[in-house]
T-cell receptor
């Protein structure tokens, strides 16, 4: 079945460590996105990529980094510079550089201990 | 820049009551509008979307929404709610400049609780 796979589902990190969240899609979608979800805040866009080897900062990119070396993959690194990294992270993809159908992954819950 | 405002953060209704969740957006150009639902412990799911044409759009599970351009609004409605509608509801907008998919902007969400 086509879809988006995020791994791991739960992740614990010590303060000061970088951690990478995986997002893989087999939908042949061009565009991919990372969102952060916090209670009462909705979803906020971290980074997005419309094409391989290109990506753009979203509204809250500070403390995060991404890469897009393959169409299927869009990993997100939460760096030690991110001051409040504990959150639920959602990956999404869409077709044809347009919003004609967003598909969301099941998310990764990151907890900093 | 685009923004979305959802009027109510928490709504509590009894079963069979009618529902209307408010959503207003800010963007000067062409917009695509969405309502998503997140049931407890589940993925975000698309309820309905508006791109163009008839401003009254129907979605899954008996939901509908009306796009009123003059009011910059896209309110979600359901005539009779069920206990299973308990969930978090998100309004989202994508300002379509024609240049590409810049990502959806979401409202902060409305937590809907339906009491049996």
């Amino acid at each position: 079945d086509g879809g988006i796979t995020q791994s791991p589902k739960y992740l614990f990190r010590k303060e000061g460590q970088n951690v990478t969240l995986s997002c893989e899609q087999n939908l042949n979608h061009d565009a991919m996105y990372w969102y952060r979800q916090d209670p009462g805040q909705g979803l906020r866009l971290i980074y997005y990529s419309q094409i391989v080897n290109d990506f753009q900062k979203g509204d809250i990119a500070e403390g995060y980094s991404v890469s897009r070396e393959k169409k299927e993959s869009f990993p997100l690194t939460v760096t030690s510079a991110q001051k409040n990294p504990t959150a639920f992270y959602l990956c999404a993809s869409s077709t044809d550089r347009g919003p004609y159908g967003y598909t969301f992954g099941s998310g990764t819950r990151l907890t900093v201990v | 820049a685009q923004s979305v405002s959802q009027h109510n953060h928490h709504v509590i209704l009894s079963e069979a009551a009618s529902l209307e969740l408010g959503c207003n957006y800010s963007y000067g150009g062409t917009v695509n509008l969405f309502w998503y639902v997140q049931y407890p412990g589940q993925h975000l799911q698309l309820l309905l979307k508006y791109f163009s044409g008839d401003p009254l759009v129907k979605g899954i599970k008996g939901f509908e929404a009306e796009f009123i351009k003059s009011k910059f609004s896209f309110n979600l409605r359901k005539p009779s709610v069920q206990w299973s509608d308990t969930a978090e509801y998100f309004c989202a907008v994508n300002g379509w400049s024609g240049g590409g998919a810049d990502g959806l902007t979401f409202g902060k969400g409305t937590h809907l609780i339906i009491q049996p």
